[in-house]
Nanobody
């Protein structure tokens, strides 16, 4: 069982930056692929990014490439999502997720990902 707790969301002006954190429980963080998703009001959940166990393999949503960076600190059992040049359309609840799965599955089959956090709200004002 893995518990995920996101933090770092908030209100930011367009063009600003935020760094989201995802703290995990347990001692097996380095065995899980980590990912980030977001869901805006009235919209479907959207894949944002995923990182392999050691961070060597990452994948990003095409629409967000160049503005977001996923990273992880296995010593701290924490994953991060750095978001820059934020736009009002980035407003959403951001969830982190974990599973023993390839990075590609986070993008292609998100409904199969096993562990999810409750999410953190990101609001970007214009």
């Amino acid at each position: 069982q893995v518990q995920l707790v996101e933090s770092g969301g908030g209100l930011v002006q367009a063009g600003g930056s935020l760094r989201l954190s995802c703290a995990t429980s347990g001692r097996t963080f380095n065995t899980y692929t980590m990912g980030w998703f977001r869901q805006a009001p009235g919209k479907e959940r959207e894949f944002v990014a995923a990182s392999s166990l050691g961070g060597a393999i990452t994948r990003y949503a095409d629409s967000l490439k160049g503005r977001v960076t996923i990273s992880r600190d296995n010593a701290k059992n924490t994953a991060y999502l750095q978001m820059n040049s934020l736009k009002p359309e980035d407003t959403a609840v951001y969830h982190c997720a974990a599973d023993i799965a390839p990075v590609s599955r986070f993008a292609s089959q998100p409904n199969t990902i096993q562990y999810w956090g409750q999410g953190t709200q990101v609001t970007v004002s214009s």
